[in-house]
């Protein structure tokens, strides 16, 4: 079965300064991975993704995460902080079925 | 493209009643979705459809019921309505099944039983 751990519920950081979320999957097949953000009272938007080829994926707003597979893990980073980035990022993985699965979340803020 | 709409914002109803939430997308898309988002607990799905006609459970679908008679539709059934049902549900769709399966989401319905 595929799973997805978010650690850390809670990030906060100052702005400007670098935006570390932190995602480790489970998976027995390839995964594909992807990284959702919610704002205040607001659907999920995708951030990016990751399915085949290059392990760096740039998304959007600056944010790019890092496909590691020896340590199963995909990360989510930005170099600066913004005030707008204050929300809730959810990592997500799917693999051979038509569901995705969730993590968690990591609610983010970032303090001026 | 108004994307994928979903109504009402917000609802309260009382124990034993009932209610649809009302799910609608405008990108022909074959897959649709239901999660409900309960604080700290992630999203969970509770039904999902590939197509017209065609549904299936999600990891929590007691309590729920769903039908899907077109493609642009995919309303939420709640028959009687419990407090463990107070939630936010969120409606997605996506073009493509796993693994491509991007999904789009809705702006949610906070729903509260009292």
């Known amino acids: 079965a595929q799973s997805v751990t978010q650690l850390g519920s809670h990030v906060s950081v100052s702005e400007g300064a670098l935006v570390l979320l932190r995602c480790n999957y489970s998976?027995?097949?390839?995964?594909?991975l992807f990284w959702y953000v919610q704002y205040p009272n607001q659907g999920l938007q995708l951030l990016l993704k990751?399915?085949?080829?290059?392990?760096l994926v740039k998304g959007i707003n600056g944010f790019e995460a890092e496909f590691k597979k020896s340590e199963t893990s995909f990360h989510l980073t930005k170099p600066s902080a913004h005030m707008s980035d204050a929300a809730e990022y959810f990592c997500a993985v799917t693999t051979n079925t038509d569901k995705l699965i969730f993590g968690t979340g990591t609610r983010l803020q970032v303090f001026p | 493209n108004a994307g994928v709409t979903q109504t009402p914002k917000f609802r309260i109803l009382k124990i034993g009643q009932s209610m649809t939430l009302q799910c609608a997308q405008d990108m022909n898309h074959n897959y649709m979705y239901w999660y409900r988002q309960d604080p700290g607990m992630g999203l969970k799905l509770i039904y999902y459809?590939?197509?017209?006609?065609?549904?299936d459970k999600g990891e929590v679908p007691n309590g729920y019921n769903v039908s899907r008679s077109t493609t642009e539709d995919f309303p939420l059934r709640l028959e009687l309505a419990a407090p463990s049902q107070t939630s936010v549900y969120f409606c997605a769709s996506s073009a493509q099944g796993a693994p491509y399966n991007e999904q789009f989401f809705g702006p949610g319905t906070r729903l509260t039983v009292l």
């Open positions: 990751y399915t085949t080829g290059a392990t």
């Open positions: 459809s590939v197509g017209a006609g065609i549904t």
């Open positions: 998976s027995s097949v390839p995964p594909y």
